[in-house]
């Protein structure tokens, strides 16, 4: 696979103050500390574009990243991290949603779930919310590496269930950003969806 050309635009903590763009955008949400940077760094084989940590709650603002000069990857603050106050838990909300249900340019919303747990109430409250904007998306099972193949399997079963009736959910991908796992299927997902983005905005 030929190695992206990725750089920063710039960090952003209020909707109002987002590019107004023709580039799609390709969004990674999911609760806190699920790997979005993580899989964001090793899906364009970088080690420290998105800051990662281990103490959830790390990216605060919408941080955008512009990918070959023609799309935009961008990681999004976490939910459902308890230890923040109940007005800056607003505040997040209020940015999550409004970028994931009204940004304009987001073509596609990867949704990360972590593969050792049970999707969260957060985030099939979120999978519901994408369906009724009608917004295309994608649930993506991170940190495989911590599980065996037959639990992994389970959990990618058990996924494909929640979403087999959703018509915004374009793939269900295995992931896993210390291996590399699915970064192959990922970037298919993201080409597949952004040259229907394309097609649809050339055909209306
Ligand atoms: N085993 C394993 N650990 C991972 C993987 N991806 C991320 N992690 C770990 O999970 C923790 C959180 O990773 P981040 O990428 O910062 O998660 P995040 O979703 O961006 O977190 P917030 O920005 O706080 O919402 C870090 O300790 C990572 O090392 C993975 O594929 N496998
Ligand atoms: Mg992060």
């Not at 919310?129 to 990618?156: C, F, G, N, Q």
Request: proline fraction near 4%; charged fraction near 20%; charge should be positive.
């Amino acid at each position: 696979m030929q190695i992206p050309t990725v750089g920063f635009l710039a960090s952003y903590a209020r909707l109002d103050q987002l590019p107004s763009y023709s580039f799609p955008e390709v969004a990674f949400a999911g609760r806190s500390n699920v790997g979005k940077s993580s899989l964001i760094n090793a899906l364009v084989f970088q080690r420290a574009l998105a800051q990662v940590s281990s103490t959830p709650g790390r990216t605060r603002t919408i941080n955008i990243y512009p990918v070959n000069g023609e799309w935009m990857l961008v990681d999004l603050p976490g939910y459902g991290y308890a230890k923040v106050s109940k007005q800056q838990r607003t505040q997040f909300r209020q940015l999550l949603m409004g970028y994931l249900l009204e940004r304009p340019q987001l073509a596609l919303a990867c949704l990360l779930v972590d593969s050792r747990h049970d999707p969260t109430a957060d985030d099939c409250a979120l999978i519901e919310e994408l369906e009724l904007h009608h917004r295309t998306y994608a649930v993506i099972l991170t940190k495989a590496d911590a599980l065996s193949p037959a639990a992994v399997d389970e959990r990618h079963h058990q996924l494909r269930h929640l979403v087999q009736h959703c018509t915004g959910c374009v793939d269900v991908l295995v992931t896993s950003a210390r291996t590399g796992l699915g970064r192959t299927q990922l970037w298919g997902c993201i080409r597949r969806t952004l040259a229907q983005y394309h097609h649809r905005r050339t055909s209306t």
